[in-house]
């Protein structure tokens, strides 16, 4: 059993709800990536979905475009990436999700990078432009390496594919909040959001969990009251270009989870 499924048996022991704060790695500065995922990981948060960063990525928005083009001039390869959760992996159980285009696995092997992200303490993989459909060989190697996969469905998605996606994903889903890319919003559009989850809710024997959009505690209470977990990026990349430091990214960084924390357990 890993750390993932581990952790959603927990929630629903608790009747809690996850928080997943994404991470740029070296955004701001090099350094920031270990200090940064030790502080959101103390401030309460469930999983950290870590990205690795891509030159020509396909669902992020402006904010996460910008934290990777820093992130690459700041040097970050796959190999950092990975032995950035090694270092983590030294202080805290709080499992981490790896989120990156299939470019940059082809290059490493897919073979190779499960096999390496393994042995660093990763604990699953999204890659959003590998759709299960094409995904046999990752889905493979991660089982080998008892990696959980985790595949997207967005609010365009039929019911016979969230059957699918939902059976193909390991321990759980992500669940696209609105069609087109990742940003914080004012507004989650509510009325057409609450009958896209409730349309998973209604297929899906796994959890899920939402992203895209997601930006203030409101907006994760809303989401908490149908799906299984929040994932907020945007919102906290943000928080983090105001920063100069690794020390100041990791306390802007914990502020910022552990308000979104506050008053919701």
């Not at 990975?82 to 805290?92: D, G, I, N, P």
């Not at 999700?97 to 299939?102: A, D, E, I």
Request: with cysteine; aromatic share 6%.
């Amino acid at each position: 059993m890993n750390r993932i499924t581990q952790i959603f048996l927990n929630l629903r022991k608790d009747g809690r709800k996850a928080l997943i704060p994404y991470i740029t790695p070296e955004f701001p500065v090099r350094g920031a990536t270990v200090p940064v995922l030790q502080a959101v990981a103390k401030a309460g948060a469930d999983i950290i979905e870590l990205g690795i960063p891509f030159s020509d990525p396909i669902a992020d928005g402006t904010t996460i475009q910008h934290s990777s083009h820093v992130a690459l001039k700041n040097g970050v390869t796959v190999p950092g990436v990975l032995l950035a959760v090694r270092e983590f992996r030294l202080t805290s159980d709080v499992p981490i999700v790896l989120m990156g285009y299939v470019n940059p696995i082809l290059r490493f092997g897919i073979k190779e990078f499960t096999h390496e992200a393994k042995e660093a303490g990763v604990d699953g993989l999204l890659v959003p432009d590998l759709p299960p459909e094409e995904a046999g060989e990752l889905m493979r190697w991660s089982r080998e390496n008892e990696l959980s996969n985790i595949f997207m469905m967005a609010p365009t998605t039929g019911e016979d594919r969230m059957r699918m996606i939902d059976e193909s994903s390991t321990d759980f889903s992500y669940c696209v909040s609105l069609t087109g890319i990742t940003g914080a919003r004012a507004s989650l559009g509510n009325g057409s959001l609450d009958a896209f989850l409730a349309r998973v809710r209604k297929v899906a024997k796994k959890p899920f969990v939402v992203g895209f959009g997601l930006s203030t505690r409101e907006h994760i209470l809303h989401v908490w009251r149908v799906a299984d977990g929040a994932v907020v990026g945007s919102a906290l990349i943000s928080r983090l270009a105001t920063t100069h430091t690794p020390d100041a990214a990791a306390q802007a960084a914990g502020e910022f989870v552990t308000w979104l924390r506050a008053e919701h357990g």
